[in-house]
């Protein structure tokens, strides 16, 4: 039966983040003369981290640009080409320089389509690593799925392995809307099998959709990005003591999918959140107050815990860093208390 | 000669003033004038706009019309503003007409503006109704972006409004511009803002990039003296917005003559076409 099953399976790839990402974009460049790539070092340099690699040797100058260290500018100048019919891909090394830029995302990409009545859609996508990385500190490791989760107008996924990552990109460069894309610099280098559906050029993951990773009866656990690893490992360990967690990977912070989350609190009436930004505001509180204003409020046996980032600027110490995001024991912990264990 | 002219229009059998003034006009009257023009000061330019244009009688009634019209357009805007039907902000380009007008009177269709929140005026340069305008001023389904956006937010064909962060329209003036040389079909862009915008660092940014890749980008600098209530020489270390450009080549304007932007604009556009890279005006 094993060797019958194991002929019949469908050949699957190891694929890093990074390439599933790559060739997602690679796939839309060539799908769409209008797709465009701008940002720091995505030329000639293949990319701040290797993400863009190749793809200025396959399209060119025209369509894949180096610019200056001119975020505010450069993010400017890709909502404007938007406008003008284009569809950029405007990359910011990191996010936490997306803050040089954030009026130009918010107030001239996100609100337009809406303050225009309709007339003026704006199909750019910004995407590059979010949150904490390794020993980068305060300034270099800040988690912005919350900041740009507020905003109407805006679309915003936080995908966690290689299939979201292709998935997610090319479904955010068809988008007519503004899509942030919330990447992981240190997931780009991890390996995952992609499916063979995802070899085909017109793979996509819905945008507003989570995935239910692991299927379990005892606790929801939510998380979005990274984290989703660290909480598949702790499913794992507390599978041995019996204890079976469901874990869903939210994959899109903007529209929430708020939908296949109550459904699993309904069915396991236990709900842990899992993230590596900052509590306060935070989308696990998001996640939590729309339980609560839901029908699987009444099905709650325990409060819903959040295990978030500490509420510090990330340090620099190793041993401090490592305490200041979620890891796999804080989440143990966090599902033992709610389940009362 | 007035009984003649009677008599004749008697015979044609038509009203008695059109036909007089079609006799007088055809017989008496050239059909354009030409004007001298200020020279305009220049920054990294050999030479200049002409100084003499051509005003034919069909563009001189069309531009005073607009003129006139958004002149008219704006006082009302003022009242009901004042009135609080117009709620929020509203920003008047009473005064400075000649300068949307004449601006459109160098650019085709084709080409692409977009300004900041004084932008009533070009909104209805650019092609839309004074209905569309004021129904939207007053929060009306009506109004050109159904009353969602306000004075600041009104959009139309190559026209990207209406932004109300100042500054923030220049770089994306650029991209639009970047989009006219990738679709490589000889458009150019006006980026338009003032002279208190005129020292917002993303301008610079802006300036940096569409010279270095050579964008179809005319940046404009409206100059009316003012930021908010801020004079220009308490805001600015060099009020010569014409050369503040630095790489970019430059040219001052009379933004009070008509004719005088349309000249300077032809000019400026010419020079964007030709794919020398982009260029700045100062009118004011």
Same mark, same amino acid.
């Given at each position: ?57 396959? /399209? ?29 891909? %405007? ?18 990409? !996100?609100?337009? /389509? ?19 990385? !390794?020993?980068?500190?305060? $300034?270099?490791? $800040?988690?912005?799925?919350?900041? /740009? ?65 692991? $299927? ?14 660290? %909480? ?12 079976? %967690? ?41 996640? %939590? ?37 979620? $890891? ?14 | ?108 269709? &084709?080409?692409?503006?977009? &300004? ?8 209805? &340069? ?64 006006? &980026? ?93």
């Amino acid at each position: 039966m094993a060797a019958v099953s194991g002929l019949m399976r469908r050949p699957l790839e190891q694929v890093t983040v990074r390439d599933a990402i790559n060739q997602g974009m690679d796939e839309e460049l060539e799908r769409d003369e209008k797709v465009f790539l701008l940002g720091e070092e995505v030329a000639q340099y293949d990319g701040a981290y290797k993400v863009s690699r190749g793809l200025w040797k396959k /399209y060119g100058d025209k369509r894949i640009i180096d610019t200056p260290i001119s975020e505010m500018g450069f993010a400017g100048i890709a909502v404007g080409a938007a406008m003008a019919g284009l569809r950029p891909i %405007c990359e910011f090394m990191t996010f936490n320089f997306s803050m040089q830029a954030i009026d130009q995302v918010i107030n001239s990409a !996100a609100k337009t /389509y809406y303050m225009s009545g309709g007339l003026q859609p704006v199909p750019i996508v910004f995407r590059g690593p979010n949150g904490a990385s !390794a020993g980068v500190a305060a $300034q270099h490791s $800040q988690c912005f799925a919350a900041w /740009y989760g507020h905003c109407p107008g805006l679309k915003v996924v936080s995908p966690w392995n290689s299939e979201d990552a292709k998935g997610l990109i090319k479904s955010a460069i068809r988008d007519n809307n503004p899509v942030v894309v919330l990447e992981n610099e240190l997931m780009y280098g991890v390996p995952f099998e992609l499916p063979s559906e995802a070899q085909s050029k017109d793979f996509l993951i819905p945008i507003g959709k989570a995935k239910i990773e692991r $299927q379990g009866t005892h606790i929801t656990v939510v998380a979005h990005s990274r984290p989703v690893g660290h %909480c598949l490992e702790a499913a794992t360990v507390l599978s041995k003591e019996g204890i079976e %967690c469901e874990v869903i990977n939210m994959r899109t912070i903007r529209p929430m999918d708020i939908e296949t989350i109550e459904a699993s609190v309904m069915k396991t009436n236990h709900l842990v959140t899992v993230e590596g930004g900052w509590p306060q505001f935070g989308v696990g509180a998001e996640v %939590c107050a729309r339980i609560m204003e839901g029908p699987a409020f009444n099905f709650l046996d325990a409060p819903a815990v959040r295990v978030t980032g500490a509420d510090v600027p990330m340090p620099y110490a190793k041993i401090l860093e490592d305490n200041s995001i979620p $890891q796999v024991k804080d989440i143990i912990f966090a599902i033992k208390k709610t389940l009362n264990i | 000669m007035r009984k003649m002219l009677a008599a004749v229009s008697r015979v044609l059998g038509v009203a008695q003033k059109p036909a007089s003034r079609v006799l007088v006009a055809s017989r008496n009257f050239a059909n354009d004038a030409t004007f001298e023009i200020k020279k305009c000061d220049l920054h990294r330019l050999e030479e200049g706009p002409p100084v003499t244009t051509v005003l034919t009688r069909e563009d001189g009634l069309k531009y005073y019309r607009m003129m006139q019209t958004v002149r008219r357009m704006e006082l009302k805007a003022d009242q009901l503003y004042k009135q609080k039907i117009i709620r929020g902000f509203c920003h008047l380009c009473d005064g400075q007409e000649a300068c949307c007008v004449g601006l459109e009177a160098g650019i085709n269709p &084709t080409d692409h503006l977009i &300004t900041a929140y004084r932008a009533h005026g070009f909104t209805f &340069t650019r092609g839309l109704s004074v209905r569309e305008i004021l129904a939207e001023l007053t929060g009306r389904r009506g109004g050109c972006a159904k009353g969602k956006g306000g004075s600041m937010h009104m959009y139309a064909k190559n026209f990207y409004g209406g932004n109300g962060i100042v500054g923030a329209q220049v770089p994306l003036g650029a991209g639009i511009a970047l989009a006219c040389k990738y679709n490589g079909k000889d458009e150019v862009c006006l &980026t338009l803002y003032g002279d208190g915008a005129a020292n917002q660092g993303q301008i610079f940014e802006a300036y940096n990039m569409a010279a270095l890749w050579k964008l179809p980008c005319i940046f404009i600098c409206e100059n009316n003296r003012y930021g908010m209530g801020t004079s220009v020489e308490r805001a600015a270390a060099s009020t010569d917005y014409y050369k503040r450009g630095d790489f970019i080549p430059g040219l001052r304007v009379d933004g009070m003559d008509v004719l005088c932007v349309r000249e300077a604009t032809r000019f400026a556009a010419a020079y964007c076409r030709s794919g020398k890279g982009p260029i700045l005006m100062e009118l004011q």
